[in-house]
């Protein structure tokens, strides 16, 4: 059985950090790209971050540039997120992904397989 279990989420005060991690099991990840999405209440979700299958190369939504980090470590099968300088707009569920199926994809999705999501909430 195939999973994605993200951590990391909770409350945070504007301008803090958190940082996010998803675990996978039941199947090697490491030769696939991975992604962070979010959406907040009322809202469709978005994509945040992703990582190329050997973590060269990252994609970040215009509004995360400069402020998220994603990155990989394929021996322990995890995805990091780490988020800084955070703000209210950024409170959302975070969902983590993995296998967009092809490179086109990898930023608007579908992606194979899905999280539960955690939650990150950052007052003002």
């Known amino acids: 059985q195939v999973q994605l279990v993200e951590s990391g989420g909770g409350l945070v005060q504007a301008g803090g950090s958190l940082r996010l991690s998803c675990a996978a099991s039941g199947r090697a990840f490491s030769s696939v790209a991975m992604g962070w999405f979010r959406q907040a209440p009322g809202k469709e979700r978005e994509f945040v971050s992703a990582?190329?299958?050997?973590?060269?190369?990252?994609y970040y939504a215009d509004s995360m540039k400069g402020r998220f980090t994603i990155s990989r470590d394929k021996a322990k099968n995890t995805v990091y997120l780490q988020m800084n300088s955070l703000e209210p707009g950024d409170t959302a569920v975070y969902y983590c992904a993995a296998d967009p199926g092809t490179i086109a994809a990898i930023m608007s999705g579908p992606y194979n397989y899905w999280g539960q999501g955690t939650q990150v909430t950052v007052s003002s």
């Open positions: 990582i190329s299958w050997g973590g060269r190369t990252t």
